[in-house]
């Protein structure tokens, strides 16, 4: 399992070695539950492009319709079986 979580995290840093970091987007899930639509105006805005009041809007019905929480809560540790 270790081996699959290393090739999981070595990848994808050689990647953004050779590519440069400029290429890359740090999402973190944090921010994304704290504040998608901040998080997704920073994207957008990374990516060179405007986040419309329309499709801003269908974040938010998205949003409304899809809560965390719509089949219950579950924490979970990375001590946990899987």
């Known amino acids: 399992m ?12 050689q990647a953004r070695e050779r590519l440069g970091e400029d290429r890359f987007f740090d999402l973190h899930y944090a921010a994304l539950m704290r504040d ?3 998080v ?8 060179g492009d ?3 009041a329309p499709t801003e ?10 809560p965390q929480t719509a089949s219950g809560l579950r924490h979970t540790r990375w001590t946990e079986p899987a």
């Not at 997704?40 to 990516?47: I, K, Q, T, V």
């Not at 809007?57 to 899809?66: H, I, K, S, V």
Request: aromatic letters at 8%; glycine letters at 2%.
């Open 40 to 47: 997704m105006r920073s994207l957008y805005e990374w990516a």
């Open 36 to 38: 998608p639509i901040g």
């Open 2 to 13: 270790l081996r699959q979580l290393d090739a999981h995290i070595a990848r994808p840093l």
């Open 50 to 52: 405007a986040l419309t």
């Open 57 to 66: 809007r269908r974040m938010l019905d998205w949003l409304e319709r899809n």
